[in-house]
């Protein structure tokens, strides 16, 4: 079974521009969650989907978003880059998105914004 | 607030001793408590966790974790290392909503 694949892997992009990222899930999981990680800050939550709803969301501004597709791929956001988005951003899919359900991360994309 | 800790940024050991990474958390309720690991340039990749019953478990690479609830911690084992078990090791617990919380890793270092 095929993991979980990012696109891009990696992204130079500048500030105020914008930016999406796509996360192809394993077949049959019907969750994504988005994390962005970072050397000072660790893993931090952005978002889940679900059955294409948004069910979770992290404490990120508004500039951060996302959404799910009938066919679960995720797609997420960042719109007006800052030089503080630079980061590596994974995606994780899971069956259902419950607490026990253990969460399948894909490579990442590292953003590099300048 | 709610909280995973994971004290040490480094731990260092020798290629066939045993190796310990901790975690101890601070959330309400009963936890669900797992162990990832990334290594360079790749997604995190599970190795164990523990939702209830014994203790101990038992996951992925011959990594073992203790569950103990008196002292709120869920030590990540291994009886012998080896030098490609050098990683970032990251442990999350649920919280009392059911999310996860993620301590901030620990980079392990095997030396040959």
């Known amino acids: 079974k095929a993991g979980v694949t990012q696109t891009p892997r990696y992204l130079i992009k500048t500030r105020g521009q914008q930016v999406t990222l796509s996360c192809s899930p394993i077949?049959?999981?019907?969750?994504v969650s988005w994390y962005q990680q970072t050397p000072g800050q660790g893993l931090q939550f952005l978002f889940e989907?679900?059955?294409?709803?948004?069910?979770n969301k992290g404490n990120f501004p508004g500039r951060f978003s996302g959404r799910q597709f009938s066919n679960s791929r995720s797609e997420m956001n960042v719109s007006t880059l800052e030089l503080g988005d630079s980061a590596l951003y994974l995606c994780?899919?899971?069956?259902?998105?419950?607490?026990?359900?253990?969460?399948?991360f894909g490579p990442g994309t590292r953003l590099t914004v300048l | 607030a709610q909280s995973v800790a994971q004290p040490e940024d480094q731990v260092n050991v020798a290629e066939g001793n045993p190796l310990t990474v901790k975690c101890t958390y601070s959330?309400?309720?009963?936890?669900?408590l797992f162990w990832y690991v990334q290594y360079p340039n790749r997604g995190l990749q599970f190795l164990l966790k523990?939702?209830?019953?014994d203790n101990l478990v038992k996951g992925s690479y011959g990594f073992e974790a203790e569950f103990n609830k008196s002292q709120t911690s869920f030590h990540l084992k291994k009886p012998s290392a080896l030098v490609s078990d050098s990683a970032l090791y990251f442990c999350?617990?649920?919280?009392?909503?059911?999310?996860?919380?993620w301590g901030a890793g620990t980079k392990l270092i095997i030396k040959p």
């Open positions: 989907y679900f059955s294409e709803t948004q069910r």
């Open positions: 959330v309400s309720g009963n936890p669900y």
């Open positions: 994780a899919s899971s069956l259902s998105g419950t607490s026990t359900d253990t969460q399948y």
């Open positions: 077949s049959g999981h019907r969750s």
């Open positions: 523990y939702i209830t019953g």
């Open positions: 999350a617990a649920t919280d009392s909503n059911y999310q996860l919380i």
